[in-house]
């Protein structure tokens, strides 16, 4: 009998020292363990040759207790720490390019305004808008403009930290 | 100094005696400088670099040493992969030297370029590519430091011509620490308290001992520990090697051809302390019935390894040396001669065996090379029926002393394991069992045994069939036996006798005593091939998947 494994995202966040080959020492383990990377980002830290990683993961809990153990087998790893669901801070940025007419684009920035998101670019047939936030609030920003022209998303995917703890309980 | 020089200085600096090493036009500076200032250094030519590599993990292995290899940049790289794939499966140490094009050339597809980083980058423990030449003698400090300690394995170095070319002062550290590498020895104290508290309710524990207790030398300790406290013992097949004084405590291997009892004793046990396991499905067979009634118990080294195919009641991260020197300080004060009387009982009535023919038994050839071959002979096998009849009926009494790819399942790996292993133990015998498949896998390197005057015996079992497959066939595929006859071996005595080593072939089973004392008591390498029973299966069998009491005792 096969049992069902009880997939979600998770979110793990890895320090490594930023030597050659690191990245892709990562992706390639978590991807020859049976995961998919849903998404990555990197970025450098204070401290001058070292990298934070966020990695989304689609697993079960103990996959993924499995996968932690594995990346600290990675010479480079310093940490790793999970992203605790309840206790995430967790923000994207997305770039949406519309096509938007002078006549359309009265609706398209009253969508922006409510999201506060920016216009960071205005050409003739269209605009390019930021909006920073949780992966939900960019969903449901894009699923709003679904009604207008988009012509290209580029998102950063998730950068995560918990939160500190609250000084009462 | 250069480059190449710098290279050659840091091995002895690493105190190595012996390098496996075929050469190239990426390193053929390499060789120049071990020409003019490789004293101390034996350097041992394999005839393909797949069987180099698998000598300087057999030399590994057998010595406890780390195995130093170094080939050429693209195809002599490449050609190391199978070798370094197995002693990554089995936690051998190897450090891998390649040539590689100059720096300046890198990601041209320039002549015998390959992203040897990039093809290891899944079978290594770690690996790197130097692009400075002040990198160099760190590189090679680390990589020693982290091929031999904790879990070890291979590491491979990758050195690009301009860099054995370029000039730096030559600094070695003497020690070095890697704030993201730390691997710990002890176990946790809590740990080990709540072992002894397990061990000293038990009613029926049992040990199992794996690879770490050969990899961490810790066969001692642990004959310590069985001799102390009378517990029951099983092993994996890389765990051969354990030897409690009281023969009754010893139940042999486990897993999908594991030994009746030993199966038994697992299926039966309370308590179960695994030491320097990995639980791989070929020990386990059903990981849901694995062991139904007992606790667990996991020490390991690798803290990846607690909870990844079986989970456990209590784990300890830590060496299996330290572990169980720490639980040995204890006195244990326990019961179980009830236990142990079932278990003597059960062997009793359950013992290996196998029929008599008018062929030879390949059980029986292992039987009396046990017998005569002396208690510290070093034995190899390649892989298939022959590998597990040797697991099964040799009795291996001392530690690093039985040679195999468990893990990855090598056919090919035996003859140039024997060889590493006889490099490194010159003293002591060593003696090979192969299949007459897996043996022409890499029998180019019988060239070797006379260049080096080593001394190697060597028998092949001959089946005349790929043994192993062609009994899944007989299980599972109605006897189709497709892809799996060996009609036209080679006269495998003819084949010894061009490389000038002696060779007898062996047919009669009235006459196998006699060879096989013979080949024991030889004083210079010889080859047997034995012309053993084609239809001979290995049993008892546990169907892949299967619970270890589902078990077949004929097909
Ligand atoms: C390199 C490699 N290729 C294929 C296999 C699959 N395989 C496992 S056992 C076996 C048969 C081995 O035959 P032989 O060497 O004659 O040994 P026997 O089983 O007959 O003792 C094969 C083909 C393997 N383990 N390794
Ligand atoms: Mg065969």
Known sequence: ????????????????????????????????????????????????????????????????????????????????????????????????????????RHEVLQIINVFKANVVDVGGNGLIVEITGDSDKIDSFLALLESHQIVDVARTGIVAMNRWDRPYK | MNGARIIVESLKKEGVDTIFCYTGGAVIKIFDELYKHGEGLKLIQPRHEQGGTHAADGYARSTGKPGVVIVTSGPGATNTITGIATAYMDSS??????????????????????????????????????????????????????????????????????????????????????????????????QIKSTIKLLSKAKKPLVLAGGGVNLSNATGEMNEFLDKTGIPVVHTLMGNGVNPADENQFLGFIGMHGTLYGNYAIQNADLIMAVGVRFSDRIVGNSETFAKNAKIIHIDIDPAEIDKNILVDLPIVGSAKSILKEINNVDLKIDITEWKNELINYKKENPLSYGKGKLIKPQHIIELAEKYFPEDTVVVTDVGQNQIWVAQYYRIKQPRSFLTSGGLGTMGYGLPAAIGAAVGNPDRQVVMFAGDGGFQMNMQELGIIRKYGLKVKMIILDNSYLGMVRQWQELLFEKRYSGTDMEFNPDFVKLADVFEIRSVFLKDPDKAETVIKELAESTESMLVHIAVDPDENVLPMVPAGKALDEVLTKL
């Open chain 1, 1 to 104: 009998m096969k049992t069902d494994r009880i997939l979600t995202d998770h979110i793990v966040s890895v320090l490594v020292h930023n030597n050659p080959g690191v990245l892709s020492k990562i992706t390639s383990l978590v991807t020859r363990r049976g995961f998919n990377i849903d998404g990555i980002s990197a970025g450098p830290t204070r401290q001058n040759d070292m990298f934070r990683l966020t990695i989304v993961v689609k697993g079960d809990d103990k996959s993924i207790e499995q996968i932690q153990k594995q990346l600290y087998k990675i010479i480079d790893v310093v940490k790793v720490a999970p992203i605790i669901k309840s206790r995430m801070v967790g923000r994207e940025i997305c770039l949406v390019k519309i096509k938007a007419s002078l006549s359309d």
């Open chain 2, 93 to 190: 140490p190897l450090i891998v030297i390649t040539g590689q094009v100059s720096s300046t050339l890198i990601g041209t597809d320039a002549f015998q370029e390959s992203d040897v980083t990039g093809i290891t980058m899944p079978i290594t423990k770690a690996n790197y590519l130097v692009k400075d030449i002040d990198d160099l003698a760190v590189t090679i400090k680390k990589s020693f430091f982290i091929a031999t300690t904790g879990r070890p394995g291979p590491v491979v170095i990758d050195v690009p011509g301009d860099i054995q070319r370029q000039e730096a002062d030559f600094n070695y550290p003497d020690t070095i620490e890697l704030m993201s590498y730390r691997p710990k020895d002890t176990g946790h104290p809590k």
